[in-house]
């Protein structure tokens, strides 16, 4: 596992959003969710419901973000 990629998972969770968690990472919107995608490839499975306005962990996503927030 990536801690950039977990990183910028648990960032996207707090802020709710990828382009305030890229710029808290001085990345561009892309290159962050490049990340979380590789991210869910990694593990197999969708962490983040993806809407007009915000995005909504999932329940492995909730899960993930917990372990995460160990590791970080």
Known sequence: MNLKRIQAF???IQNR???EAAEILGLTQPAV????????AELGTR???RYTS???PTPAGWYAYE???QLL
Do not use: D, N, T
């Open 10 to 12: 648990v960032l996207v």
């Open 17 to 19: 959003s990828f382009s």
């Open 33 to 40: 969710s490049s990340q979380i995608k590789a991210l869910e």
């Open 47 to 49: 962490l983040l419901e």
């Open 54 to 56: 915000i995005v909504e």
């Open 67 to 69: 372990v995460g927030l």
